[in-house]
């Protein structure tokens, strides 16, 4: 499924960089169906204020998210090579 190519969609898609190279081919794709989707739900349930507090909540939760998953790859990647 492809994500609508809105302007929030695409800054989110930006954001999922932060994740590792190995999630995101699994898990960007859908993940920005879903904001796209989400986002269409909150503009028609609260309007544009609502849309970009949902955008922003969201683009700091993945920040925050994918920065931990990057630490943690990083991480399984140090342990295996000490083994």
């Given at each position: 499924?492809?994500a609508d ?5 695409a800054?989110?898609e ?12 699994l ?11 989400r986002?269409?739900?909150t ?5 544009r ?7 922003l909540?969201?683009a700091l939760e ?18 295996g090579?000490?083994?």
């Amino acid at each position: 499924m492809k994500a609508d190519r809105g302007p929030l969609t695409a800054l989110f898609e930006r954001i999922l960089r932060v994740y590792p190279e190995d999630f995101r081919k699994l898990f960007a794709e859908d993940m920005a169906y879903q904001f796209s989707r989400r986002c269409r739900e909150t503009y028609r349930r609260g309007g544009r204020l609502f849309l970009y507090g949902f955008a922003l909540r969201t683009a700091l939760e993945v920040a925050v998210h994918g920065a931990l998953e990057r630490r943690s790859s990083v991480r399984r990647l140090r342990s295996g090579r000490q083994r």
